[in-house]
């Protein structure tokens, strides 16, 4: 994957201003110095994030744990002097999260990410970095070769010319494409000039600040004043890091603005004003998501028939989670990760959690949005030439934490019965065991506090000598949704089982 993207980037900005070193650390001189010096003539860095970016290895653990490790050192001093990096995520890798980095590493994770595919995406995608890096770092013409009256710039000089060091090591952790702009010798400095790219960030993934020079005009533009609860929010405008919250900035135009607040483990909020004469002044109130949230599936061209039921549950890092889709063969778990384009998630499913057997789950991308008070969330996605989407409203905190599966045996009976409750919570299917085979029946219920009072309905197999007349009971939680006490009113009997979480 390096190898393409130095390919693809020397495609686009020359060969001769692109190039991959593989011995750029020179043997007998003191690596950290070397690499302090790279960097610093740097104005981008791009780092290659993959699936083993940990460097785990068995004996000797993880590299990046390593002070000397050459990648650590790069990513370290590169976030020390605050140059601009684009993390490139390989293959829908996910963003690590701070607690995995070591200290001095965690400022990673707040810098805007790119994905990059190895598949038929990759080119959708390098444009998109190019553009990127174009946004930091923009190209210049080529400068007119200074006559007797020009005086002549020293090496190194800021010019819009600009090359790329691609560092690549056997064993890969984080492959940065450091940017610079120089000037030969003989040719004019000219200065760096930056501009926006309209890409949004992810919750905890801050693009690079490109916060532009003030200028006469700007200084007597009115003042834009944003706070937000809690503070400590980055505000953003366009894609572009413009401060942390509370905030006032002078340089926005009047008329018309439009900025997205993020702070982590909140849903992003985007907040529309029109900047007057006077300036502008608000509060944001930013909202955490439900622990979970739940609807029910529906096809866009066919909305009479209902679906599966749904369940998102939304990690602490609120761009990872879980999709659960119940089906009459049992639930589809699966883990989620996605990038934020201003308030709104866009996911890829990656690992299956668990799957019914027979059944296979083909991986998809989705949507999610939400409501600026968390209360409504709107799934959608589009697969096999159809539309899926799904209004999902939070779980409340009971259900929300409730396991999806028990089981236990039935006291009077000594009878093996398991019970599975949909996403929602509200409905599911009973199995009840029996020498003559496994009877399958569905039930629905409605909730009374920590109790589900329930009545059991279609039947969904069965042994062919059984009799099932339909039967109601009580499902009531406890151990934090681990525990649920099953009691049943059947023919003056009064069957009672506690039913455990695997």
Same mark, same amino acid.
């Given at each position: 994957?390096? !190898?393409?993207?130095?390919?693809?980037?020397?495609?686009?900005?020359?060969?001769?201003?692109?190039?991959?070193?593989?011995?750029?650390?020179?043997?007998?001189?003191? %690596?950290?110095?070397?690499?302090?010096?790279?960097?610093?003539?740097?104005?981008?860095?791009?780092?290659?994030? +993959?699936?083993?970016?940990?460097?785990?290895?068995?004996?000797?653990?993880?590299?990046?744990?390593?002070?000397?490790?050459?990648?650590?050192?790069?990513?370290?001093?590169?976030?020390?002097?605050?140059?601009?990096?684009?993390?490139?995520?390989?293959?829908?890798?996910?963003?690590?999260?701070?607690?995995?980095?070591?200290?001095?590493?965690?400022?990673?994770?707040?810098?805007?990410?790119?994905?990059?595919?190895?598949?038929?995406? %990759?080119?959708?995608?390098?444009?998109?970095?190019?553009?990127?890096?174009?946004?930091?770092?923009?190209?210049? *013409?080529?400068?007119?070769?200074?006559?007797?009256?020009?005086? &002549?710039?020293?090496?190194?000089?800021?010019?819009?010319?600009?090359?790329?060091?691609?560092?690549? %090591?056997?064993?890969?952790?984080?492959?940065?494409?450091?940017?610079?702009?120089?000037?030969?010798?003989?040719?004019?400095?000219?200065?760096?000039?930056?501009?926006? =790219? *309209?890409?949004?960030?992810?919750? #905890?993934?801050?693009?690079?600040?490109? /916060?532009? =020079?003030?200028?006469?005009?700007?200084?007597?533009?009115?003042?834009?004043?944003?706070?937000?609860?809690?503070?400590?929010?980055?505000?953003?405008?366009?894609?572009?890091?413009?401060?942390? /919250?509370?905030?006032?900035?002078?340089?926005? *135009?009047?008329?018309?603005?439009?900025?997205?607040?993020?702070?982590?483990?909140?849903?992003?909020?985007?907040? +529309?004003?029109?900047?007057?004469?006077? +300036?502008?002044?608000?509060?944001? &109130?930013?909202?955490?998501?439900?622990?979970?949230?739940?609807?029910?599936?529906?096809?866009?061209?066919? *909305?009479?028939?209902?679906?599966?039921?749904?369940?998102?549950?939304? $990690?602490?890092?609120?761009?990872? !989670?879980?999709?659960?889709?119940?089906?009459?063969?049992?639930?589809?778990?699966? &883990?989620?990760?996605?990038?934020?384009? +201003?308030?709104?998630?866009?996911?890829?499913?990656?690992?299956?959690?668990?799957?019914? $057997? !027979?059944?296979?789950?083909?991986?998809?991308?989705?949507?999610?949005?939400?409501?600026?008070?968390?209360?409504?969330?709107?799934?959608?996605?589009?697969? !096999? #030439?159809?539309?899926?989407?799904?209004?999902?409203?939070?779980?409340?905190?009971?259900?929300?934490?409730?396991?999806?599966?028990?089981?236990?045996?039935? $006291?009077?009976?000594?009878?093996?019965? &398991?019970?599975?409750?949909?996403?929602?919570?509200?409905?599911?299917?009973?199995?009840?065991?029996?020498?003559?085979?496994?009877? =399958?029946?569905?039930?629905?219920?409605?909730?009374?506090?920590?109790?589900?009072?329930?009545?059991?309905?279609?039947?969904?197999?069965?042994?062919?000598?059984?009799?099932?007349?339909?039967?109601? %009971?009580?499902?009531?939680?406890?151990?934090?949704?681990?525990?649920?006490?099953?009691?049943?009113?059947?023919? #003056?009997?009064?069957? /009672?089982?506690?039913?455990?979480?695997?």
């Amino acid at each position: 994957m390096a !190898g393409r993207l130095y390919d693809r980037l020397q495609a686009e900005f020359g060969k001769q201003n692109v190039f991959m070193d593989f011995d750029s650390i020179r043997p007998g001189l003191d %690596f950290r110095t070397q690499i302090r010096e790279t960097i610093d003539q740097a104005d981008l860095v791009v780092a290659l994030i +993959g699936p083993q970016w940990l460097g785990e290895e068995a004996k000797a653990g993880r590299r990046i744990d390593d002070p000397a490790d050459f990648v650590r050192l790069e990513i370290s001093h590169a976030l020390k002097r605050d140059i601009p990096i684009i993390p490139v995520l390989i293959n829908n890798t996910s963003m690590p999260s701070p607690d995995t980095l070591p200290e001095e590493l965690r400022g990673l994770v707040y810098r805007h990410a790119l994905p990059l595919d190895s598949g038929l995406d %990759f080119h959708q995608h390098a444009d998109r970095l190019i553009a990127g890096i174009r946004g930091v770092v923009k190209t210049a *013409p080529e400068p007119e070769k200074p006559g007797k009256d020009v005086p &002549k710039a020293k090496p190194r000089s800021r010019s819009g010319l600009f090359a790329a060091l691609l560092f690549l %090591f056997a064993l890969v952790l984080i492959i940065p494409i450091v940017i610079w702009k120089f000037s030969r010798p003989g040719e004019p400095q000219t200065e760096s000039v930056t501009e926006t =790219v *309209p890409v949004q960030p992810a919750p #905890g993934i801050v693009p690079t600040s490109a /916060t532009p =020079v003030p200028t006469a005009e700007s200084s007597r533009a009115p003042t834009v004043e944003v706070a937000s609860d809690p503070t400590g929010a980055r505000v953003l405008r366009d894609g572009m890091l413009l401060g942390t /919250t509370p905030m006032q900035r002078d340089d926005f *135009p009047k008329g018309d603005a439009h900025i997205v607040l993020i702070a982590d483990g909140f849903l992003p909020r985007a907040l +529309g004003f029109r900047v007057e004469s006077d +300036g502008y002044k608000g509060t944001v &109130k930013l909202t955490r998501p439900a622990p979970a949230y739940s609807g029910t599936v529906r096809v866009r061209e066919t *909305p009479d028939r209902p679906g599966p039921a749904m369940a998102i549950t939304l $990690n602490p890092d609120v761009n990872s !989670g879980t999709l659960t889709e119940s089906t009459k063969h049992g639930d589809f778990v699966v &883990k989620f990760s996605g990038v934020w384009e +201003g308030t709104e998630l866009h996911a890829v499913t990656g690992e299956i959690v668990t799957q019914p $057997n !027979g059944v296979q789950w083909s991986p998809e991308s989705f949507r999610l949005r939400f409501s600026d008070d968390g209360q409504r969330a709107s799934y959608l996605c589009a697969s !096999g #030439g159809k539309t899926y989407e799904a209004d999902l409203v939070p779980l409340p905190p009971l259900q929300a934490q409730m396991r999806s599966t028990f089981s236990g045996t039935v $006291n009077r009976t000594n009878t093996p019965i &398991k019970v599975y409750l949909a996403p929602d919570r509200e409905s599911g299917i009973l199995t009840e065991t029996s020498k003559s085979g496994d009877t =399958v029946v569905t039930f629905t219920g409605i909730w009374n506090g920590d109790t589900l009072h329930a009545v059991t309905g279609a039947v969904i197999s069965k042994p062919e000598r059984v009799q099932w007349q339909p039967e109601s %009971f009580t499902l009531r939680v406890g151990d934090e949704g681990r525990h649920i006490s099953y009691v049943c009113d059947n023919a #003056g009997q009064t069957l /009672t089982a506690e039913l455990i979480a695997p």
